[in-house]
Protein backbone atom coordinates (compact mmCIF):
# COMPACT_ATOMS: atom_id res chain seq x y z
CA UNK A 1 0.00 0.00 0.00
CA UNK A 2 1.24 3.40 -0.75
CA UNK A 3 -0.20 7.02 1.00
CA UNK A 4 -3.33 7.94 1.85
CA UNK A 5 -4.22 11.22 0.20
CA UNK A 6 -7.29 13.07 1.51
CA UNK A 7 -7.83 15.07 -1.94
CA UNK A 8 -9.66 18.60 -1.78
CA UNK A 9 -11.30 21.10 0.63
CA UNK A 10 -7.73 21.62 2.24
CA UNK A 11 -7.94 25.74 1.82
CA UNK A 12 -11.61 26.28 0.91
CA UNK A 13 -14.29 26.71 3.84
CA UNK A 14 -16.62 24.09 3.44
CA UNK A 15 -18.36 22.24 5.99
CA UNK A 16 -16.97 18.88 4.66
CA UNK A 17 -13.63 20.32 5.49
CA UNK A 18 -13.69 19.28 8.95
CA UNK A 19 -14.40 15.81 7.81
CA UNK A 20 -11.73 15.74 5.31
CA UNK A 21 -9.01 17.66 8.20
CA UNK A 22 -10.32 14.45 10.56
CA UNK A 23 -9.41 11.67 7.76
CA UNK A 24 -5.96 13.16 7.56
CA UNK A 25 -5.00 13.97 11.54
CA UNK A 26 -6.22 10.42 12.24
CA UNK A 27 -4.16 8.96 9.16
CA UNK A 28 -1.24 10.55 10.55
CA UNK A 29 -2.09 9.43 13.95
CA UNK A 30 -2.39 5.84 13.17
CA UNK A 31 1.19 5.89 11.63
CA UNK A 32 0.39 6.15 7.66
CA UNK A 33 2.04 8.22 5.35
CA UNK A 34 -0.80 10.99 4.69
CA UNK A 35 -1.41 13.97 2.01
CA UNK A 36 -4.12 16.24 2.26
CA UNK A 37 -4.03 18.21 -1.11
CA UNK A 38 -6.33 20.40 -2.52
CA UNK A 39 -8.58 20.37 -5.85
CA UNK A 40 -6.07 21.41 -8.52
CA UNK A 41 -4.83 20.20 -11.34
CA UNK A 42 -1.31 20.72 -10.56
CA UNK A 43 -1.45 18.49 -7.99
CA UNK A 44 -2.51 15.52 -9.91
CA UNK A 45 0.92 14.52 -9.64
CA UNK A 46 1.24 13.88 -6.19
CA UNK A 47 -1.07 10.55 -6.61
CA UNK A 48 0.53 7.57 -7.54
CA UNK A 49 -0.22 3.98 -8.18
CA UNK A 50 -0.75 1.64 -4.82
CA UNK A 51 -2.08 5.18 -2.91
CA UNK A 52 -5.60 5.29 -1.40
CA UNK A 53 -7.28 8.54 -2.27
CA UNK A 54 -10.36 10.05 -0.44
CA UNK A 55 -12.58 12.07 -2.60
CA UNK A 56 -16.00 14.07 -2.00
CA UNK A 57 -18.26 15.66 -5.19
CA UNK A 58 -18.20 18.68 -3.63
CA UNK A 59 -14.01 19.13 -4.23
CA UNK A 60 -13.46 16.63 -7.44
CA UNK A 61 -12.93 18.62 -10.62
CA UNK A 62 -9.32 17.68 -11.24
CA UNK A 63 -9.36 14.44 -9.52
CA UNK A 64 -6.95 12.19 -11.28
CA UNK A 65 -7.56 8.54 -11.88
CA UNK A 66 -4.65 6.80 -11.49
CA UNK A 67 -4.39 2.62 -12.27
CA UNK A 68 -3.18 0.96 -9.85
CA UNK A 69 -4.63 3.74 -6.76
CA UNK A 70 -7.66 3.11 -4.96
CA UNK A 71 -10.68 5.51 -3.69
CA UNK A 72 -12.66 6.37 -0.76
CA UNK A 73 -15.62 8.00 -2.12
CA UNK A 74 -18.43 10.48 -0.65
CA UNK A 75 -21.24 11.20 -3.23
CA UNK A 76 -19.21 10.27 -6.53
CA UNK A 77 -20.37 8.30 -9.03
CA UNK A 78 -17.86 5.34 -9.67
CA UNK A 79 -18.93 4.79 -13.27
CA UNK A 80 -18.70 8.73 -14.01
CA UNK A 81 -14.94 7.96 -12.70
CA UNK A 82 -14.43 5.02 -14.92
CA UNK A 83 -13.81 2.76 -12.05
CA UNK A 84 -15.05 -0.73 -11.98
CA UNK A 85 -13.01 -1.73 -9.04
CA UNK A 86 -10.27 -0.64 -6.43
CA UNK A 87 -12.88 1.69 -4.80
CA UNK A 88 -15.76 1.85 -2.18
CA UNK A 89 -18.42 4.44 -1.02
CA UNK A 90 -18.65 5.72 2.38
CA UNK A 91 -22.42 7.21 3.27
CA UNK A 92 -23.17 8.59 6.48
CA UNK A 93 -25.83 6.15 8.27
CA UNK A 94 -29.31 6.70 7.82
CA UNK A 95 -32.83 4.72 7.70
CA UNK A 96 -32.46 3.29 3.72
CA UNK A 97 -29.29 2.08 4.82
CA UNK A 98 -28.69 -1.13 2.62
CA UNK A 99 -26.56 -4.19 3.13
CA UNK A 100 -25.82 -6.14 6.45
CA UNK A 101 -25.15 -4.84 9.69
CA UNK A 102 -21.75 -5.21 10.88
CA UNK A 103 -22.43 -6.37 14.28
CA UNK A 104 -22.56 -3.03 15.89
CA UNK A 105 -25.56 -0.17 15.61
CA UNK A 106 -25.48 2.81 12.71
CA UNK A 107 -22.72 0.65 10.64
CA UNK A 108 -23.80 -1.65 7.48
CA UNK A 109 -21.92 -3.02 4.65
CA UNK A 110 -23.60 -2.95 1.21
CA UNK A 111 -21.46 -5.44 -0.81
CA UNK A 112 -23.29 -5.17 -3.99
CA UNK A 113 -23.15 -1.18 -4.16
CA UNK A 114 -19.66 -1.15 -2.15
CA UNK A 115 -21.18 1.20 0.27
CA UNK A 116 -20.22 1.33 3.83
CA UNK A 117 -22.65 3.30 5.79
CA UNK A 118 -21.29 4.81 9.23
CA UNK A 119 -21.62 7.79 11.57
CA UNK A 120 -18.42 10.22 10.49
CA UNK A 121 -17.63 9.99 14.67
CA UNK A 122 -15.65 11.41 16.56
CA UNK A 123 -12.35 12.57 15.71
CA UNK A 124 -10.63 13.01 19.30
CA UNK A 125 -9.71 10.00 20.94
CA UNK A 126 -10.71 8.62 24.52
CA UNK A 127 -7.39 10.44 26.28
CA UNK A 128 -8.68 13.91 25.72
CA UNK A 129 -12.13 12.97 26.38
CA UNK A 130 -13.55 15.30 29.21
CA UNK A 131 -16.62 14.58 32.35
CA UNK A 132 -19.32 17.21 32.81
CA UNK A 133 -18.31 20.44 34.56
CA UNK A 134 -19.73 20.44 37.96
CA UNK A 135 -20.41 24.28 37.68
CA UNK A 136 -23.83 25.46 36.25
CA UNK A 137 -23.76 27.19 33.16
CA UNK A 138 -26.29 29.74 31.51
CA UNK A 139 -24.86 29.25 28.09
CA UNK A 140 -25.51 26.86 25.26
CA UNK A 141 -22.85 26.88 23.01
CA UNK A 142 -23.36 25.36 19.55
CA UNK A 143 -19.85 24.37 17.36
CA UNK A 144 -20.89 24.38 13.54
CA UNK A 145 -23.84 24.88 10.97
CA UNK A 146 -27.54 26.61 11.06
CA UNK A 147 -28.73 25.68 7.95
CA UNK A 148 -31.45 24.64 4.58
CA UNK A 149 -31.63 23.74 1.37
CA UNK A 150 -34.47 23.57 -1.02
CA UNK A 151 -35.02 20.46 0.16
CA UNK A 152 -35.52 21.21 3.59
CA UNK A 153 -33.38 18.90 4.60
CA UNK A 154 -31.82 21.26 7.49
CA UNK A 155 -31.88 22.24 10.74
CA UNK A 156 -32.77 26.23 10.34
CA UNK A 157 -36.62 25.84 11.55
CA UNK A 158 -35.89 23.53 14.28
CA UNK A 159 -33.23 25.64 15.66
CA UNK A 160 -35.74 28.60 16.29
CA UNK A 161 -37.63 26.78 18.14
CA UNK A 162 -34.84 25.25 20.19
CA UNK A 163 -33.05 28.61 21.02
CA UNK A 164 -36.42 29.98 22.27
CA UNK A 165 -36.68 27.65 24.59
CA UNK A 166 -33.35 27.81 26.11
CA UNK A 167 -34.08 31.27 26.40
CA UNK A 168 -36.96 30.35 27.98
CA UNK A 169 -34.65 28.38 30.83
CA UNK A 170 -32.47 31.39 30.86
CA UNK A 171 -29.71 30.19 28.83
CA UNK A 172 -28.33 32.22 26.11
CA UNK A 173 -27.28 30.66 22.34
CA UNK A 174 -23.98 31.27 21.58
CA UNK A 175 -23.24 29.98 17.60
CA UNK A 176 -19.45 29.08 16.53
CA UNK A 177 -17.05 27.45 14.47
CA UNK A 178 -18.90 27.03 10.99
CA UNK A 179 -15.36 27.82 8.29
CA UNK A 180 -15.60 31.64 6.81
CA UNK A 181 -13.50 33.64 4.90
CA UNK A 182 -12.02 35.06 7.63
CA UNK A 183 -11.52 31.93 9.85
CA UNK A 184 -11.69 29.42 6.92
CA UNK A 185 -10.67 26.68 9.64
CA UNK A 186 -13.28 27.24 11.69
CA UNK A 187 -12.13 26.44 15.33
CA UNK A 188 -9.83 23.63 16.63
CA UNK A 189 -10.94 20.38 17.83
CA UNK A 190 -9.86 21.21 21.38
CA UNK A 191 -11.56 24.72 21.58
CA UNK A 192 -14.59 22.93 20.42
CA UNK A 193 -14.17 20.23 23.34
CA UNK A 194 -14.02 23.50 25.86
CA UNK A 195 -17.10 25.14 24.34
CA UNK A 196 -19.54 22.11 24.52
CA UNK A 197 -18.16 20.94 27.63
CA UNK A 198 -18.94 24.49 29.38
CA UNK A 199 -22.77 23.88 28.05
CA UNK A 200 -25.43 23.96 29.67
CA UNK A 201 -27.19 21.32 27.59
CA UNK A 202 -25.06 20.14 25.18
CA UNK A 203 -28.02 18.52 23.17
CA UNK A 204 -27.33 16.85 19.46
CA UNK A 205 -30.30 18.18 18.55
CA UNK A 206 -31.37 17.22 14.21
CA UNK A 207 -33.54 19.21 11.82
CA UNK A 208 -36.79 17.13 11.04
CA UNK A 209 -35.98 15.78 7.92
CA UNK A 210 -32.46 14.46 9.81
CA UNK A 211 -34.55 13.09 12.29
CA UNK A 212 -37.52 11.40 10.24
CA UNK A 213 -34.65 9.19 8.89
CA UNK A 214 -32.34 8.66 11.42
CA UNK A 215 -29.66 10.37 9.78
CA UNK A 216 -26.44 9.43 12.64
CA UNK A 217 -24.62 13.60 13.70
CA UNK A 218 -21.36 13.35 14.28
CA UNK A 219 -22.60 16.30 16.44
CA UNK A 220 -23.87 13.06 19.06
CA UNK A 221 -20.25 11.47 19.25
CA UNK A 222 -18.46 14.51 19.67
CA UNK A 223 -20.72 16.37 22.32
CA UNK A 224 -20.49 12.96 24.60
CA UNK A 225 -16.67 13.08 24.08
CA UNK A 226 -16.69 16.82 25.47
CA UNK A 227 -18.33 15.85 28.60
CA UNK A 228 -22.20 16.37 27.43
CA UNK A 229 -25.07 14.04 28.68
CA UNK A 230 -26.59 12.22 25.55
CA UNK A 231 -29.24 14.05 24.78
CA UNK A 232 -31.34 14.74 21.61
CA UNK A 233 -34.56 15.60 19.82
CA UNK A 234 -34.01 12.23 17.84
CA UNK A 235 -34.27 8.87 19.56
CA UNK A 236 -30.54 7.18 19.65
CA UNK A 237 -31.71 4.44 22.33
CA UNK A 238 -31.01 1.42 19.93
CA UNK A 239 -27.11 2.70 20.90
CA UNK A 240 -27.23 4.26 24.19
CA UNK A 241 -30.08 1.86 25.95
CA UNK A 242 -33.68 3.47 26.78
CA UNK A 243 -32.18 5.18 30.09
CA UNK A 244 -29.08 5.85 28.84
CA UNK A 245 -29.75 9.44 27.64
CA UNK A 246 -32.41 12.36 27.36
CA UNK A 247 -34.27 11.46 23.93
CA UNK A 248 -37.60 13.33 23.53
CA UNK A 249 -39.11 15.17 20.47
CA UNK A 250 -39.83 17.91 22.51
CA UNK A 251 -37.07 20.62 22.91
CA UNK A 252 -38.30 22.15 26.03
CA UNK A 253 -38.26 18.65 27.57
CA UNK A 254 -35.01 17.83 26.13
CA UNK A 255 -33.69 20.90 28.18
CA UNK A 256 -35.88 20.37 31.31
CA UNK A 257 -34.33 17.20 31.85
CA UNK A 258 -30.89 17.55 31.39
CA UNK A 259 -30.49 20.90 33.54
CA UNK A 260 -32.62 18.72 36.09
CA UNK A 261 -29.61 15.70 36.25
CA UNK A 262 -27.50 15.98 39.45
CA UNK A 263 -24.12 16.27 38.75
CA UNK A 264 -23.66 12.47 40.06
CA UNK A 265 -26.04 11.36 37.63
CA UNK A 266 -24.74 13.14 34.64
CA UNK A 267 -21.32 11.98 35.18
CA UNK A 268 -22.62 8.48 34.97
CA UNK A 269 -24.85 8.95 31.91
CA UNK A 270 -21.32 10.23 30.07
CA UNK A 271 -18.99 7.46 31.54
CA UNK A 272 -21.55 5.15 30.11
CA UNK A 273 -21.82 6.59 26.79
CA UNK A 274 -18.17 6.99 26.12
CA UNK A 275 -17.38 3.21 26.61
CA UNK A 276 -20.01 3.19 23.64
CA UNK A 277 -19.11 5.02 21.38
CA UNK A 278 -15.45 3.83 21.23
CA UNK A 279 -16.56 1.89 17.74
CA UNK A 280 -17.54 5.20 16.96
CA UNK A 281 -13.96 7.03 16.70
CA UNK A 282 -12.31 7.95 13.19
CA UNK A 283 -9.58 5.05 13.97
CA UNK A 284 -12.37 2.41 13.92
CA UNK A 285 -14.04 3.99 11.19
CA UNK A 286 -11.05 3.82 9.69
CA UNK A 287 -9.57 0.52 9.89
CA UNK A 288 -13.60 -0.41 8.67
CA UNK A 289 -13.19 1.40 5.67
CA UNK A 290 -9.13 -0.33 4.79
CA UNK A 291 -10.62 -3.58 5.73
CA UNK A 292 -13.64 -2.99 3.41
CA UNK A 293 -11.16 -1.13 0.67
CA UNK A 294 -8.73 -4.17 0.79
CA UNK A 295 -11.44 -6.58 0.24
Not at 67 to 92: M, T
Not at 142 to 157: A, H, P, T, Y
Request: a neutral charge; one cysteine or more; hydrophobic letters at 40%.
Amino acid sequence: MGKIVIWGLRSDFHSHKFIQGAFYRNFLDLGFQAIWIDDLEENAKFVESRDIVFAVDVASRFLPIVRGAKYVLHNLSAESLGLDGGFINIQVHYAKASGVNLGIPYVHWDAEKRTLFQPWGVPTQPKVWRLPKQAKSTKEFWVGSIWNNELNQGNSDFMEGYISSLEGYGIDFSRHGTPSRFHPRGISESKSVKLVNRSAVGAAVVGNWQKQNKYIPCRLFKNIASGAVPSSNADFSELFGIDGGIFDDKPDEVIRKVINLSYDEKVELVISAQQKILPYTYHAGIERIILQLMN
